[in-house]
């Protein structure tokens, strides 16, 4: 492989090692170290993030250099489970797999000052579950994740501070549609953004995919730095709650296409370059509903 560094990627370096990494968490070093030159990062960077990684048990090598054996351990593939469930679940809302039943369910806490570590958990816990703040300890979300927050409220001991409620009626801040509600209460406009903004920038790219595989390993970690930047602020709010024309679903089906693309270059067909991106998603559209947000709530955010 033809390496020509150049200015490092805003990638950080433990999400390039987890877009490099199998679904099984293996790590082929040798194109670990050639993608990572290509990407920009040196050789000392790499080195010292996967050392922090195996200080962290998030891995471990056995060997040296571009020779060692490397793999994720069941510590580190949690690690990435999160960012993974929620790519499951944006394109499961693109397929209309998830369909909303126009229900709304809220999630009221009210932990005092000397219980803030629990009132903390609590609070990230529920936000991670794509929680809205409608105010103070009032959180809203339109998946009806009540099992899961009996489990978060257990795991802090807080069960006496928590209250859920269903419903189908909802006014918030003077709006009583269910997507002028989802526009208060969660970032769509800005989240579009920053699809359109990725769109506009990777569809022109798409047809001049470079042909030296280094060059096309820097740029799929190019294009995924800059869709991460709107994915992460994504609530995954199912269709009815976002605009009629939201990006997420044509940025996300491009983001796969590159990736695609890039995959297809000789060189990299038996390198794991984001397959795991493309298992997950793959896995998520054959699951079941009750299959796949199990997976999510109890197995990867709970847990």
Known sequence: ?????????????????????????????????????????????????LRRMADDGLLTS???????????????????SPDLAWVGAAYRAD???????????LASFEIPERRRAARDAVRRQIVELFGGQLSGGLYLSPLRWEPWIATVARANDVVDRITLLETTTLAHAGASEPSDIAALVWPIDRVDRGYRTFVSTWQARLGSIPHDPADAVRLAF?????????????????????????????ARRLFLELLDTVQARTELTNANLFSTYRNTVDRALRATQDEFWHNVFVDTVIS
């Open 1 to 49: 492989m033809t390496i020509d560094g150049g200015t490092a990627l805003t990638t950080p370096t433990r999400i390039f090692i987890h877009g490099l990494a199998d679904d099984d968490g293996r790590l082929d070093t040798e194109f670990l170290y050639a993608a990572a030159e290509a990407a920009g990062f040196t050789r000392t960077k790499l080195r010292l993030a």
């Open 62 to 80: 056995e060997g040296r250099g571009r020779k060692a054996a490397t793999r994720l351990t069941p510590a580190g593939l949690a690690d990435r």
């Open 95 to 105: 397929a209309g797999l998830d369909a909303w039943d126009g229900n709304w369910h």
């Open 222 to 250: 190019e294009a995924a730095s800059e869709f991460e930047a709107a994915f992460r602020a994504d609530p995954m709010l199912p269709e009815p709650l976002t605009p009629l024309d939201f990006a997420g679903p044509p």
